[in-house]
């Protein structure tokens, strides 16, 4: 009922710069937030930075993410984008779209997720 569609990822060198995107599509209600998670090979999935839909779009970044990452917001698409600059070979995971949202005002929210990006970071 409910996809997030991720795109954007690949293989760049360190210092390089890569966009992700994420498009909700469905059968969407509300959205309280998106975001997005990575997960390298042998460790946890974290959260990488997350942006409320609603309001004046409240950013929350991971410290290590912090001033070289920026989440921004397309309401009318349902779309949350990922411009991650200055990457690091640390950097490389598979890299998730999140979506906190409601299907029906009936409902409570809900977390979906996407497939997954794979974003690798080597010269």
């Known amino acids: 009922q409910v996809q997030l569609v991720e795109s954007g990822g690949g293989l760049v060198q360190p210092g390089g710069s890569l966009r992700l995107s994420c498009a909700a599509s469905?059968?969407?209600?509300?959205?309280?937030?998106m975001g997005w998670y990575r997960q390298a090979p042998g460790k946890e999935r974290e959260m990488v930075a997350l942006?409320?839909?609603?309001?004046?779009?409240?950013?929350n970044y991971a410290d290590s993410v912090k001033g070289r990452f920026t989440i921004s917001r397309d309401n009318a698409k349902n779309t949350v984008y990922l411009q991650m600059n200055s990457l690091k070979p640390e950097d490389t995971a598979v890299y998730y779209c999140?979506?906190?949202?409601?299907?029906?005002?009936?409902?409570?929210?809900?977390?979906?997720w996407g497939q997954g990006t794979q974003v690798t970071v080597s010269s």
């Open positions: 469905g059968s969407i209600f509300s959205i309280n937030y």
């Open positions: 999140n979506a906190l949202l409601r299907t029906s005002s009936l409902y409570a929210p809900t977390n979906y």
């Open positions: 942006i409320t839909i609603t309001g004046s779009g409240t950013t």
